[in-house]
């Protein structure tokens, strides 16, 4: 394009250079004969037309120099960009031609690294299938152990229940035997009890009897309830009565009986002894009736 530009810059200044020069010889060859010249005549100027071409003839042979100078410029450019490109091309053919090579390796690499890959793989199933084939071998093994661990089990659980079982019975046997056993110690305790009872309850009646002073005018049908508290050893702690006769003298002089026959007899086994801690006693003056109930 930028040598298309010069070639036609070039010629449009010849064309011009020719043109001016033909239109000077045009006008020279066709100018009118003048008169002479006189001493008011202007003088010609044809000097000045030619010092006027000359200096355009210059120009532009100038313009010519310029332009073949920025031609020759533009062509070493060219070449030094065509040059450029050139070692690029061949930079990036070399290039090019490494990546292939890489590519080519890489492509190898792949191949050998896919080869052994498989290999390996192949390697891992193998050893899987023989992983599972023993899995299950031992699975196998451990449901036999297991079945026969079960069945060993549940002959040691029924063996467990019969001997349960029979110890079972053998303790309700030993349970009813003692109760019945426990049972007849009770009852020839409580009858050791009761024994005892009213034979200290008999006693004690004896005792406080023989220590009552009735009084004369006392009405012997009359009666009255006494709350005796006894220590340990017999001695009447306190004596209070519960139900008057309505003679407070009868009542008076059967508390005084009490104190007076103090210490009363009391028997020695503390069970026993227990139930005589607080007795309650009704007498009348002509008899000490109705058994003393323990508290």
């Not at 930079?91 to 890489?102: D, M, V």
């Not at 007849?184 to 006693?203: F, P």
Request: hydrophobic share 40%; charged share 25%; glycine share 2%.
């Amino acid at each position: 394009m930028r040598a298309m530009s010069f070639k036609t810059a070039l010629i449009y200044a010849v064309l011009l250079h020719v043109a001016m020069l033909s239109f000077l010889l045009i006008e020279l060859r066709h100018k009118p004969s003048v008169p002479p010249p006189s001493a008011h005549v202007t003088p010609k100027k044809q000097p000045n037309i030619i010092k006027a071409v000359s200096i355009n003839q210059q120009q532009i042979e100038h313009e010519v120099a310029k332009l073949k100078q920025q031609q020759r410029l533009q062509q070493s450019r060219k070449q030094q960009q065509i040059a450029k490109m050139q070692q690029q091309a061949a930079a990036a053919k070399r290039q090019q031609q490494r990546a292939k090579q890489q590519l080519a390796k890489l492509k190898k690499e792949q191949a050998l690294t896919a080869k052994r890959e498989k290999q390996r793989v192949e390697k891992l199933k193998h050893q899987q299938q023989r992983e599972r084939a023993k899995l299950a071998k031992l699975k196998k093994q451990r449901l036999a152990q297991a079945a026969k661990l079960k069945a060993a089990q549940k002959k040691k659980l029924a063996e467990a229940k019969r001997k349960k079982a029979l110890q079972a019975k053998a303790e309700r046997l030993l349970q009813q035997q003692l109760a019945r056993d426990q049972q007849q110690l009770n009852a020839a305790k409580q009858k050791q009890i009761n024994s005892q009872v009213l034979r200290y309850t008999a006693l004690i009646r004896q005792t406080i009897s023989e220590n009552w002073n009735v009084p004369d005018t006392a009405n012997h049908h009359l009666s009255c309830v006494l709350l005796i508290r006894l220590s340990s050893n017999g001695n009447v702690l306190s004596v209070r009565l519960v139900k008057g006769s309505g003679d407070p003298i009868l009542d008076r002089s059967a508390e005084a009986a009490v104190y007076k026959a103090s210490p009363l007899p009391v028997p020695s086994n503390r069970e026993v002894m227990a139930m005589f801690k607080e007795i309650r006693l009704t007498v009348k003056p002509e008899t000490l009736s109705n058994i003393p109930l323990p508290l």
